[in-house]
Nanobody, 116 residues
Framework: QVPLVESGGGLVQPGGSLRLSCAAS????????VYWYRQVPGKERELVAS???????QYADSVKGRFTISRDNAKNTVYLQMNSLKPEDTAVYYC??????????WGQGTQVTVSS
Protein backbone atom coordinates (compact mmCIF):
# COMPACT_ATOMS: atom_id res chain seq x y z
CA GLN A 1 0.00 0.00 0.00
CA VAL A 2 1.40 3.39 -0.95
CA PRO A 3 0.98 6.25 1.51
CA LEU A 4 -2.22 8.18 1.22
CA VAL A 5 -1.94 11.74 -0.15
CA GLU A 6 -3.30 14.60 1.90
CA SER A 7 -4.23 18.01 0.50
CA GLY A 8 -6.41 21.03 1.18
CA GLY A 9 -4.57 22.69 4.03
CA GLY A 10 -3.83 26.37 4.23
CA LEU A 11 -4.04 29.54 6.28
CA VAL A 12 -7.45 30.43 7.63
CA GLN A 13 -8.75 32.92 10.19
CA PRO A 14 -10.28 31.74 13.46
CA GLY A 15 -13.88 30.73 12.85
CA GLY A 16 -13.15 29.80 9.26
CA SER A 17 -13.45 26.50 7.45
CA LEU A 18 -11.27 24.16 5.42
CA ARG A 19 -11.87 20.83 3.75
CA LEU A 20 -9.00 18.38 3.69
CA SER A 21 -8.79 15.52 1.20
CA CYS A 22 -7.12 12.14 1.55
CA ALA A 23 -6.62 10.42 -1.78
CA ALA A 24 -5.96 6.72 -2.06
CA SER A 25 -5.37 4.21 -4.80
CA UNK A 26 -7.71 1.33 -5.49
CA UNK A 27 -10.41 0.51 -2.97
CA UNK A 28 -8.39 1.28 0.15
CA UNK A 29 -10.85 3.92 1.25
CA UNK A 30 -13.97 1.79 0.97
CA UNK A 31 -12.48 -1.34 2.52
CA UNK A 32 -10.55 0.12 5.43
CA UNK A 33 -10.81 2.22 8.51
CA VAL A 34 -9.37 5.62 7.61
CA TYR A 35 -8.04 7.94 10.28
CA TRP A 36 -7.23 11.64 10.32
CA TYR A 37 -4.41 12.56 12.70
CA ARG A 38 -2.74 15.86 13.41
CA GLN A 39 0.65 16.73 14.80
CA VAL A 40 2.20 19.84 16.26
CA PRO A 41 6.02 20.05 16.38
CA GLY A 42 7.36 18.45 19.53
CA LYS A 43 4.15 16.59 20.29
CA GLU A 44 2.79 13.14 19.52
CA ARG A 45 0.33 12.66 16.67
CA GLU A 46 -3.24 13.09 17.87
CA LEU A 47 -6.14 11.07 16.49
CA VAL A 48 -8.77 13.50 15.29
CA ALA A 49 -11.37 11.47 13.41
CA SER A 50 -12.04 7.92 12.23
CA UNK A 51 -14.23 6.53 9.49
CA UNK A 52 -15.15 2.86 9.53
CA UNK A 53 -15.99 0.74 6.46
CA UNK A 54 -19.74 0.68 7.15
CA UNK A 55 -19.88 4.45 7.57
CA UNK A 56 -19.74 4.98 11.31
CA UNK A 57 -17.48 7.73 12.57
CA GLN A 58 -15.67 8.78 15.73
CA TYR A 59 -14.18 12.09 16.76
CA ALA A 60 -11.82 13.43 19.38
CA ASP A 61 -13.64 15.47 21.99
CA SER A 62 -11.67 18.54 20.94
CA VAL A 63 -13.22 18.55 17.45
CA LYS A 64 -16.66 17.04 18.05
CA GLY A 65 -19.37 19.18 16.52
CA ARG A 66 -16.88 21.11 14.39
CA PHE A 67 -15.22 18.50 12.18
CA THR A 68 -16.90 15.98 9.91
CA ILE A 69 -15.22 13.01 8.25
CA SER A 70 -16.77 11.64 5.09
CA ARG A 71 -15.91 9.33 2.23
CA ASP A 72 -16.44 9.22 -1.52
CA ASN A 73 -15.83 5.64 -2.60
CA ALA A 74 -16.08 6.50 -6.30
CA LYS A 75 -13.20 8.94 -5.92
CA ASN A 76 -11.29 6.81 -3.39
CA THR A 77 -11.11 9.87 -1.20
CA VAL A 78 -11.80 10.64 2.43
CA TYR A 79 -12.54 14.21 3.47
CA LEU A 80 -12.26 16.13 6.71
CA GLN A 81 -14.54 19.15 6.78
CA MET A 82 -13.31 21.50 9.47
CA ASN A 83 -15.56 24.33 10.63
CA SER A 84 -15.28 26.90 13.40
CA LEU A 85 -11.53 26.53 13.32
CA LYS A 86 -9.51 27.62 16.34
CA PRO A 87 -5.82 28.53 16.65
CA GLU A 88 -5.29 25.29 18.58
CA ASP A 89 -6.32 23.36 15.46
CA THR A 90 -3.08 24.50 13.84
CA ALA A 91 -1.08 21.38 12.94
CA VAL A 92 0.03 19.14 10.12
CA TYR A 93 -2.85 16.82 9.29
CA TYR A 94 -2.29 13.25 8.12
CA CYS A 95 -4.59 10.47 7.02
CA UNK A 96 -3.78 6.79 7.27
CA UNK A 97 -5.13 3.27 7.58
CA UNK A 98 -4.36 0.70 10.29
CA UNK A 99 -1.88 -1.14 8.06
CA UNK A 100 -0.14 2.09 7.10
CA UNK A 101 0.26 2.99 10.76
CA UNK A 102 1.47 -0.51 11.61
CA UNK A 103 4.08 -0.30 8.82
CA UNK A 104 4.97 3.30 9.69
CA UNK A 105 4.04 4.55 6.21
CA TRP A 106 2.94 8.16 6.49
CA GLY A 107 2.34 10.69 3.77
CA GLN A 108 3.62 14.26 3.68
CA GLY A 109 0.59 15.62 5.48
CA THR A 110 -1.03 18.99 4.86
CA GLN A 111 -0.40 22.07 6.97
CA VAL A 112 -3.36 23.83 8.56
CA THR A 113 -2.68 27.20 10.15
CA VAL A 114 -5.43 29.06 12.00
CA SER A 115 -4.39 32.61 12.69
CA SER A 116 -5.65 36.15 12.38
Amino acid sequence: QVPLVESGGGLVQPGGSLRLSCAASGSIVSNNIVYWYRQVPGKERELVASMFPFGSTQYADSVKGRFTISRDNAKNTVYLQMNSLKPEDTAVYYCNTPSGIRDRRWGQGTQVTVSS
